[in-house]
């Protein structure tokens, strides 16, 4: 039997200072140790967030900032002081170069770069009277990703030290966010790679044409209504749209032949799962192992509801199936989920 050990009392918290943009005055904690905290968080708003953190507490604590990033049009992707509203913002702004820029008049360019509603925007979030501003690019490999931008709180400067270590802080963190940018590049190609494989496929037969990114977006969105997390929904999509591929070879036994073409991927175990066993039936009756109820695995049922439901075009039609070869909970669930827009 696990046991649990009795809950401490918690210590009264103190302000967030990802809030108030005030970090307590202590020793920067060393960056090492940091940027293996930021790879906790591997998204690039969770890198960027931390990223921040740390780059106020080099400046002594006083300051508050954003983090841009640049992919397609600049926008701001985390915060620290400022209001949460801000991110997602779109953004012109003094960060295009590749090099830190020290700015004396704080927020006056940022504003004149700007229309007057994003500057409606900065003045709800306190950034007209910034009195300087620092904004290091964020540079991997010659490629400009982004800036922390951060903004004094006091009449006190930045010396050229604290300059200097921010800087340096910054060429430390980039590669991490352009890590993640490489990993989002190639799984979007390798979704395309998967697209192209279905239309082909699907082109062998004029009605099929489309399937399976119908059935994909209805298994997406069931994924999502019973909690999957990212990860997880990443598996979902490859058997999703990969669910019908084993008809290159014929329509007999293809959900077996599909399965194959995942054999040796490990990253996407669940998804040839999903596929090998997507017409299982939830009384048993189903090919090709014969599981019933939640002996199928969930994947497979979110796609079993998903196909189902695409081909009736009708949730009447669907609903007779509850409980006879589809999972009665998910169809219910689908009956539930608003229409798609």
Not at 32 to 59: C, Q, S
Not at 127 to 146: E, I, K, Q, Y
Not at 265 to 276: E, M, S, W
Not at 283 to 294: C, N
Request: hydrophobic share 40%.
């Amino acid at each position: 039997m696990f046991r649990r050990s009795r809950p401490q009392p918690a210590p009264t918290p103190g302000p967030d200072p990802r809030q108030t943009g005030v970090v307590p005055p202590a020793e920067p904690p060393d960056a090492t140790r940091v940027l293996a905290d930021l790879l906790a968080r591997p998204t690039p708003e969770g890198i960027l967030e931390g990223a921040l953190a740390h780059a106020v507490t080099l400046l002594g604590g006083e300051a508050q900032g954003y983090a841009v990033l640049r992919r397609g049009q600049d926008h701001v992707a985390a915060v620290f002081g400022y209001p949460r509203s801000l991110v997602g913002t779109v953004l012109s702004g003094p960060w295009t170069g590749m090099r830190p820029r020290l700015l004396a008049d704080g927020s006056r360019e940022l504003y004149g770069l700007n229309l007057p509603e994003v500057q409606t925007r900065l003045d709800q979030a306190g950034m007209r009277d910034v009195p300087l501003t620092l904004a290091v690019p964020l540079s991997d490999r010659g490629r400009n990703l982004g800036a922390l931008v951060l903004d004094r709180t006091s009449p006190e400067g930045i010396s050229p030290e604290q300059q200097e270590a921010v800087t340096r802080w910054a060429a430390a963190a980039a590669p991490l966010l352009g890590l993640l940018d490489s990993r989002d590049e190639w799984r979007q190609a390798a979704r395309q790679i998967a697209s192209a494989m279905v239309e082909a496929a699907e082109s062998r037969e004029f009605d099929a044409v489309g399937h399976g990114q119908a059935v994909t977006d209805t298994a997406m969105r069931l994924g999502r209504a019973v909690g999957l997390a990212e990860r997880e929904l990443e598996e979902l999509w490859y058997g999703a749209m990969l669910h019908d591929i084993g008809k290159l070879h014929d329509e007999a036994g293809h959900a077996q032949v599909g399965a194959n073409f995942l054999h040796g991927v490990p990253h996407l175990a669940q998804a040839q799962k999903a596929i090998r066993h997507h017409h299982e039936r939830w009384d048993g009756q189903g090919d090709p192992d014969r599981l019933a109820g939640e002996d199928i695995p969930l994947y497979a049922r979110i796609l079993a509801v998903a196909n189902a439901s695409v081909h009736a075009g009708d949730a009447a039609r669907l609903r007779e199936e509850a409980g006879r070869s589809l999972d009665p909970r998910l169809v219910g669930l689908l009956e539930k989920l608003p229409p798609e827009r």
